[in-house]
């Protein structure tokens, strides 16, 4: 409409390409950066349509500016194309691929600016290369420090529009990502944050996995880790749930194992990159050590070669780690940044904000989640004043004798504090165990990526597994159930299984390495549970019904906690209506208690077939 003379060539010549070029997601993102490099943090994503309207209105009536401002949105659709596409004949094609696999769109700004410099010929392939490395490393040692990522939008959309063509670029782009402000680890804090921080919690899952493949293929590795195959997945070598052998091999040298597993176990020293996760599954070190060996990998076979894995060999194996990824990602300019960063406690105070009345957490949970250690979480609490503070109690459950509150005029018993807000307590001052929320908990009501990636995992259909395959997990599952939860457990949760069985359900049996299995209904190609067994406890999965119909209805998920709490013993607390409460298997040898959880999967299964019944209804 701008264009009464040369729409049609306009068109043609630039509008029509971009079409070509671009799918209708694609073309929005377009918009959204043009407005971004035009505007930096002033542009909005949900304001994009009206932003353009106003350029218009700002050239209208004069059709060479308008051709022009077309002109410009056909190059940026070339550039933006490259990006999410990189061209194999791009000397920093890896690089490019790596931010399109991170899904590191926030950073596309900066990326388009640095491709419009090529362009004109301001930096070569070389440059932008570098630059891209900075940009890399930025997002990866961030992601290993557990540094939150609300912030990165800003920083990326304001270095795009302040870049300038006269600069050294590659090192104008470190240096904005420098100051110590904006926690881009130095290589002495990444080598600390390696050795200590619980890995596994941080970022999404095929954020992980690239960090660990970019490090396999530093070691020379000719077998290429294929990121789309899903039997490729994390293995924790020294596993998530102890057993008699893993005790022993972390004793060995006088040290409290339990401590010790909490502290490594998640730990970038202990994770590795393997198809076989269930395979490995518990095994015990003699036994993962011989099927590691067997692996293409390289790092896998770093691991077999050590004679046995506890605490010496994680941290040997931390610092290797550090020294390969110090390598391969620079660090931040020194010169200037100020003073060192200090820990980021943004998530502990996240997560002490997000936990909701009626329950209590941890110090080793909140250690566990944030990677650090139960000691400086308590000490950080009692010195800083941090919202619910004093719902962090013991493992136990008991609140610290160090307990004191921040304000010294505060002179309320924490635990009748505790009591008015619903905490029930036992004989010996423990806390309900009911209302523990733990680390994979607090992540779901934080909305964590990884916890999303988790539940999506064991939510997998297993439809397209061999008869043979099926068989494994389903033998997995039964001897890990009875070692864990004894004979009796065992068959009562057998019981509950084959009755499932009878009245038309499917189970499915989980991938990972601590066995579990689900009594599915398959609608709507996608199968739903109502609880999920692993060895030692059953999982009501709420925090995945919540996005599942009919369960997105909270009156539905509240009437199946209802119906499960009329069993002796089992008290849901509503505070866990959106999260993945846990029942022992060993509450189930009672009758009472098995026949409540039958009849609660009937009612689920009804209620299941009731809402695809009316689906199919709908007009």
Known sequence: MCLPTRGQHVYDEYWKPIQDQLDAKAMEQLMYLVLVLREGGEAQYNAVYRGHQQLLLALSGDERRIESYVRDLHCRARHLKQILFPPEDFPFAGRLRFLKEWQASTAYPLVMRLLELREDDYIGDEEVGEALAYVESFLVRRLIAGVATGNLNRIFQRLAVQLGAEEEVPHAVRVALSPARLYWPSDEQLREEI??????????????????????????????????????????????????????????????????????????????????????????????????????????????????????????????????????????????????????????????????????????????????????????????????????????????????????????????????????FDGAGRASADQHITAREIAELLGLPIAADLAESEAADDGSLSPETLTSREQRFLRQLNEASGPQAAGAVQRLLEHWRSRGGDLQYGTSASASCAPVIKVGGQSLYAIRFYAKSAEIPFGLLRKRKPFDDPALREELRQRLNDAPGVDIPVAKLELYPPIKNTQLANVAVSDVVVAALDWFMAMVTASDEHAGDAP
């Open 195 to 424: 050795r200590s921080r619980a890995f596994y919690w941080q970022g999404r899952t095929v954020q992980q996995k690239l960090i660990l493949r970019r490090i396999e293929e530093s070691l020379g590795s000719k077998e290429r880790v294929d990121l789309a195959d899903k039997r490729i997945t994390i293995e924790h070598v020294l596993p998530q749930s102890m057993t008699t052998d893993w005790l022993g091999e972390l004793s060995h040298e006088g040290d409290d194992a339990d401590l010790l597993h909490r502290q490594l176990v998640h730990t970038l020293g202990n994770l590795t990159l393997s198809g076989y996760n269930s395979e490995l599954s518990n095994n015990s070190f003699a036994a993962k050590r011989k099927q590691l060996g067997q692996s293409g990998l390289v790092m896998n076979q770093e691991i077999a070669a050590c004679e046995r894995w506890g605490k010496a060999e994680i941290l040997a194996r931390a610092d290797r780690l550090a020294d390969r990824a110090i390598a391969i990602w620079p660090g931040p300019e020194e010169s200037g940044r100020g003073s060192a960063t200090s820990r980021d406690w943004t998530l502990l105070h996240s997560a002490l904000a997000v936990l909701p009345a009626a329950t209590w957490t941890s110090y080793s949970d909140l250690a566990e989640l944030i990677g650090s250690h139960p000691v400086p979480v308590g000490v950080h609490l009692a010195s800083v004043p941090v919202l619910n503070a004093h719902r962090v109690l013991s493992r136990s459950g008991q609140v610290s004798e160090n307990f004191r509150w921040t304000d010294p005029d505060e002179d309320r018993d924490v635990h009748e504090v505790l009591r008015t807000e619903g905490i029930s």
